[in-house]
């Protein structure tokens, strides 16, 4: 494996960077003061400022998006209280690398030099080797700096995180990218863009500024003539596709979102982010299974026609495949959002399982059990059952509990919807109840 730690890399001072370097290496910031966007951390009252004016920093987890600064924030670190600067990326190294860096931070330390280690994409590695830092970051031999695009909470262990504090970067807005474009025009002159096109070029970044950087590059070495409007812009450039990983915390934010977006009665937020599922590749079946979940536990009774909306569009959408089916799944979503909203299904079915756990295997009452055998009959099974079809108005009021367990009311109709009238029958019926049988 090539030397992650070679003699080349400056230590406790600027990078020298080549004029062929990217733009986005020439544009890197020289000084903390030159991060764009993460004022609240860099500033003189963020967290960095601090134990910068202190002189003293402690182990810090850097949680943030794709290119918002924090390699360089890091590597700058380093530079504003004088300590060694070393880095790993967690893609490409493993145990003999991280000794390796132990080990030359040992020799440092005993020529009086502190170490900052600065370790890139952090949560790849294993519990294992993540709780291989403990004891060098006990004994102050590094101060680690990691570097997530992951949320900590999920991905790094729980005594690692105990030792660092965790600063979380902002994804970088339009005002903040704009900057950049004006620190590339000074470096590389005027972009080939109309205003339009340099706002549509921004919002294509996404809040990535390593991403604008590089499509700006992309403008540059064409030679463009004529200033791009944004139609020229969108066929010349492609657009950066949305930060989204299945099966990471992007994809239950954004299915949280939805689903209280939902729930309140928001169908137009609700919308946006189901768009920004599908847009971003998500399973269209997956959303589908959501929206039934969001049927049950949230509309219910209320509209019971809610249920039946969402297994038609998975039907719909099955039938048709993808784009026309995805139609279907924006009905029923609209049709979920607008719909009355009531828990009192998802309530009972808390409460009532709850009951059946404590109350064990409580024998229902005689009346209401079958008598398939005749030794059954003779022991009382079935004795006194009143057939509901006979009683007057088609309801005997009998009582259904067993003889050791009060009876419980776990489903309360709302007064939104269908519930309402499902409210009134309980309510007649409890009258008749107390009526027959006091």
């Not at 600063?167 to 002159?189: F, I, N, S, T, Y």
């Not at 607008?338 to 064990?360: H, I, L």
Request: aromatic share 8%; net charge negative; proline share 5%.
């Amino acid at each position: 494996m090539a030397d992650l730690f070679a003699d080349d890399v400056p230590q406790n001072a600027p990078d020298v960077v080549s004029e062929d370097a990217p733009l986005a290496d020439r544009l890197r910031p020289r000084s903390l003061d030159e991060v764009i966007g993460q004022e609240h951390l860099t500033g003189p009252e963020g967290a960095i400022g601090r134990m910068v004016s202190a002189g003293k920093l402690s182990s810090m987890v850097l949680w943030g998006p794709p290119g918002t600064g924090k390699t360089s924030i890091a590597r700058l670190l380093a530079d504003a209280v004088g300590m060694r600067y070393e880095a790993v990326s967690a893609v490409f190294s493993g145990v003999a690398d991280l000794k390796k860096a132990f080990a030359a931070a040992e020799q440092a330390q005993k020529a009086g030099q502190r170490t900052l280690l600065f370790v890139d994409e952090i949560h790849r590695f294993n519990r294992a080797q993540q709780d291989g830092f403990l004891p060098f970051v006990e004994r102050g031999l590094v101060t680690l700096v990691g570097a997530t695009t992951e949320n900590p909470s999920f991905e790094l262990n729980a005594a690692l995180l105990s030792r660092a504090q965790v600063l979380v970067l902002h994804r970088l807005d339009a005002g903040a990218l704009g900057k950049l474009l004006d620190r590339a025009e000074v470096l590389e002159g005027p972009l080939p863009l109309t205003d339009a096109a340099r706002e549509a070029l921004v919002a294509t970044a996404d809040g990535d500024g390593r991403f604008l950087l590089n499509q700006a590059e992309t403008l540059y070495a064409a030679k463009i003539e004529q200033p791009l409007d944004p139609a020229a812009l969108g066929q010349f450039l492609q657009r950066r596709v949305a930060v989204y990983d299945k099966d990471r915390e992007g994809h239950y934010n954004l299915i949280s979102a939805l689903h209280k977006a939902v729930r309140g009665s928001d169908p137009q937020a609700a919308l946006y982010y189901m768009a920004r599922m599908l847009v971003a590749g998500e399973e269209p079946l997956f959303v589908a299974r959501r929206l039934v979940r969001m049927a049950v536990e949230d509309i219910g009774l209320a509209d019971p026609q809610a249920l039946t909306q969402c297994m038609a569009a998975k039907e719909a959408y099955q039938f048709l495949g993808s784009p026309e089916g995805e139609l279907a799944l924006v009905q029923a979503c609209i049709y979920l959002a607008t719909a009355p909203k009531s828990n009192a299904a998802y309530k009972a079915q808390k409460a009532s399982f709850a009951s059946a756990r404590e109350t064990g295997s409580l024998m229902p009452p005689m009346n209401v059990v079958n008598a398939p055998t005749g030794m059954m009959k003779k022991l009382g099974y079935g004795a006194g059952y009143t057939y509901d079809h006979d009683a007057e108005e088609g309801f005997s009021g009998d009582d259904y509990w067993p003889a050791d367990m009060e009876p419980q009311t776990y489903y309360q109709p709302v007064e939104r919807g269908f519930e309402r009238e499902i409210a009134k029958r309980l309510d007649y019926w409890e009258k008749l109840r107390r009526e027959r049988h006091g």
